[in-house]
């Protein structure tokens, strides 16, 4: 089919119109087929408001700046804008500019009047409120340097109390950090003390067999006795694993402490002296036991040697 | 009647016209003759306003039609029928809407009776199926003749001939002088030949004038063209009838 | 030479004014050449869509792809990119891509179409016949380059925008919703407005450059090859001049 020429110059013609008028309430951010109703408003200073800008209500827009101008008459600054027709601009309702204009985000926020105030004429003034962004800024300039001088002082102080804290040599940080490191010796001393007791008490063992091999040799009534005593021999080891058990214990406890305590595991692990003493009293703890277990004849045998009593 | 008086005429330092008086009768056939470059298309151009004379004037039927409107000349261009030189044809346009052309823009006449018109113009010049060609498919003496329907579409008063016979073969020619001389038969028709053809001027004109140097140097009846005295115009005149047994192609400029 | 290098130009320039007002005069006449405005409309505008089309396309992706090049920083939001683009299409490359093109598109066919109808005298028979041969070929043109041209800016400018948009959103650099966010951060509705006035402008330099240099044509074929170059080149030279004539005026 061929279209006339009149047809063709024509629809490119409307075509070209209506992009042309949509594409400038689409960029503008307006309703593209809404119809809009257009006010003013009476400002102290544009702030960086210029034609295009958004018109908010409540952080949502609603239409944009279309105008803005210098009222001479009434020596002010003239902001023309359109508003969806939807928003019912009433009495009482306010404009003010907010807004950096550094960042190019400078907007026109309303603030609606009650719903049921009669609605203002279109084309009419919506008086403006100031919200003098700058001036805000100048005025809670200085407060805000003294609270960031005040946060700045505390951090300080924080921090040299902790440095103290850590220097002192009577602080509590210190005294915990040394008496932690006094219980790990103690442990390690009970556990030493402990073990040369063991010794002691497996000799007496060994003591105890080689008279239970003579009284088997010798009276039944010797052996009765012997038993006895054997009986409260191994009491007594029983009673020394008990307190052996104890300070492990009491190690755990200890750990636990350090664990728990604030930031105090840190220095722990990064006091190898510490870690390497509380490492190897515990391997020779665990050799001990172990050598105990393997061997328990090199502690009777010398029980043979020796009477215990 | 046209009337040309005391016409100059010059281009840059170039003088084209000197002092040309010219006087055209209703319904006489004038030949304006001369060798190329003498200045007669320049006149020619001058008889329907297409340029402007530096000083004289040009009165056709009393008017000047230097001193009236652009719109006035115009509506009396339209007495007037032209054709051109290599025709003139409007490229845009085939056979059928360059003769229509005229009758569509200044005739009141409904489409159909301009579909006839055309028919008839066509006819008259001998061409018929051709309505649809554009002018390039056309051979020189076809466009001739198309140009001559389209100057004759409106039934002008005067028409004038711009070499009409150049660049054609000598059969193609007497066609198109044929064409001319029954044109001017018609009541009512003034012509004027512009062309360096003998052939043309003795076999369509009434009268010629003959222009050289820049001036009118003779003028008077094609009778008295074979007896005037004038040594340049005679050396013309043998010199085109001495060609005029030749092949075409001589003839040309 | 001094009649050469002066003289020469401010008598160009007088026949050309007198020929355009020669035109105007002839405005009233509009009837007769109603039907061959529609033509030029048509030849000159609607023809010339998809040219420019595709030259605002791509220099609408070009121009995004290579803003996103140059602001590749952490500190600049990516918006931007569609706050550069959107402008710079509106303002500039949509009415100059256009008028750079159709300079040498219709400018030359302009030219090249009157210098034709001079050399084989179609417009002495358009005269002859009692027509006024500037009101029938150069108005036409002309009121269709200014018609046509601002259809020709929207169409440019619009698919750049649409160009620049695609690329941008599958090209990886931002997405559509970006894009437009940043484009609607900085702009001012006059912008179109501006954009607008150019084309009008440049609407009409090229068409009647073109008919001017088309309609003096002298020298036969070659002379119409001359006035062909001359009309494209010119056009291209006064479209650059009158480009920042008006942003300095205007703006």
């Known amino acids: 089919m061929k279209y006339s020429d009149e047809l063709k110059v024509g629809l490119a013609l409307v075509v070209a119109a209506l992009v042309f008028v949509l594409g400038l309430r689409y960029f503008q951010d307006l309703p593209l087929f809404e119809t809009t109703d257009s006010y003013y408003s009476l400002v102290e200073n544009a702030a960086g408001i210029t034609s295009g800008s958004p018109v908010r209500v409540n952080g949502v827009s609603v239409g944009a700046v279309r105008r803005v101008g210098y009222d001479a008459d009434e020596r002010q600054v003239r902001v023309d804008f359109y508003v969806e027709q939807r928003i019912r601009i009433t009495e009482g309702s306010s404009a003010s500019i907010t807004g950096f204009s550094a960042i190019g985000d400078v907007k026109l926020d309303l603030s609606l009047g009650p719903a049921d105030n009669e609605r203002i004429p279109r084309g009419g003034l919506v008086p403006s409120h100031e919200e003098d962004f700058f001036g805000d800024i100048a005025d809670r300039a200085p407060a805000l340097v003294n609270r960031a001088d005040s946060l700045m002082i505390g951090m300080t102080s924080t921090m040299s109390s902790v440095s103290r804290l850590l220097e002192e040599p009577d602080s509590d940080f210190r005294k915990t950090l040394q008496s932690v490191e006094r219980t790990s010796d103690q442990v390690n001393r009970v556990l030493r003390e402990e073990q040369q007791r063991l010794a002691a008490t497996l000799d007496s063992v060994a003591h105890l067999t080689g008279s239970l091999n003579r009284i088997a040799e010798g009276s039944e009534d010797e052996i009765e006795a012997t038993l006895q005593d054997v009986q409260h021999l191994i009491k007594r080891l029983d009673s020394n694993l008990d307190s052996v058990e104890r300070s492990t214990d009491r190690l755990d406890n200890i750990l636990e402490q350090i664990e728990s305590g604030e930031g105090t595991l840190g220095l722990l692990v990064n006091d190898p002296q510490l870690y390497h003493r509380m490492d190897s009293t515990v391997v020779r703890l665990h050799e001990l036991i172990d050598d105990f277990q393997q061997n328990p004849r090199r502690y009777l045998k010398e029980l043979k040697l020796i009477d215990i009593f | ?253 | 030479m001094l009649e050469r290098h002066i003289l020469g130009p401010i008598e160009a320039l007088g026949q050309y004014v007198l020929l355009l007002s020669k035109a105007f005069r002839s405005l009233g006449e509009f009837g007769i050449y109603q039907k061959n405005l529609f033509q030029q409309m048509v030849r000159i505008g609607i023809d010339s869509i998809p040219i420019v089309a595709l030259a605002g396309l791509f220099s609408g992706a070009v121009l995004t792809v290579q803003t996103a090049y140059q602001l590749e920083s952490p500190f600049i939001p990516q918006s931007i990119i569609g706050s550069i683009v959107v402008p710079s299409m509106v303002l500039e490359l949509g009415a100059v891509v256009t008028g750079f093109i159709l300079a040498g598109r219709v400018g030359a066919r302009i030219a090249a179409e009157l210098g034709t109808m001079r050399v084989t005298e179609q417009i002495d028979a358009l005269e002859a016949m009692g027509l006024n041969s500037i009101g029938y070929l150069i108005v036409p043109r002309v009121m269709a380059g200014i018609l046509m041209f601002p259809v020709l800016y929207i169409t440019a400018t619009g698919v750049g925008i649409g160009g620049g948009v695609g690329v941008a959103h599958y090209g990886g650099f931002l997405s559509a919703g970006e894009f437009v966010a940043g484009a609607r951060q900085f702009f001012s509705p006059f912008d179109p407005i501006f954009g607008l006035i150019k084309s009008f402008v440049f609407g009409f330099i090229i068409t009647s450059v073109a008919c001017y240099k088309g309609y003096y044509t002298g020298g036969g074929a070659e002379g119409v090859g001359r006035s062909t170059t001359e009309a494209a080149v010119l056009s291209c030279v006064y479209i650059l001049f009158a480009n920042l004539a008006l942003a300095v005026l205007i703006l």
């Open chain 2, 1 to 253: 009647m046209i009337e040309v008086r005391n016409v100059y005429k010059s281009f840059g330092s170039l003088s084209v016209l000197e002092d040309v008086s010219l006087t055209v009768q209703d319904e006489e056939t004038l030949a304006i003759i001369g060798k190329s470059g003498s200045g007669k298309s320049v006149l020619m151009k001058h008889l329907m306003g297409l340029i402007k004379p530096d000083k004289g004037e040009v009165i056709v039927d009393g008017t000047d039609i230097n001193a009236v409107s652009y719109q006035e000349l115009r509506d009396l261009r339209q007495r007037f029928g032209m054709l051109f030189q290599g025709g003139a044809l409007f490229d845009s346009m085939n056979v059928f809407d360059n003769v229509a052309f005229p009758l569509r823009t200044f005739s009141p006449l409904p489409e159909d009776e301009v579909r006839a018109r055309v028919r008839e113009n066509l006819a008259e010049v001998q061409l018929e199926g051709v309505e649809d060609k554009a002018p390039s498919e056309l051979s020189g003496g076809m466009k001739k003749r198309v140009a001559l329907a389209r100057a004759v579409a409106l039934k002008p008063q005067y028409i004038i001939y711009d070499e009409p016979t150049s660049g054609l073969d000598p059969e193609t020619s007497n066609t198109i002088n044929e064409l001319i001389r029954s044109l001017s038969e018609q009541s009512n028709i003034t012509s004027i030949v512009v062309t360096h053809d003998m052939h043309s001027v003795l076999s369509i004109a009434d009268r010629a004038a003959f222009i050289h140097d820049q001036r009118i140097r003779w003028l008077g009846t094609i009778d008295e063209l074979h007896t005037a005295e004038d040594p340049v115009l005679n050396g013309f005149v043998r010199a085109s009838e001495y060609q005029i047994g030749k092949p075409a192609a001589a003839t040309n400029k």
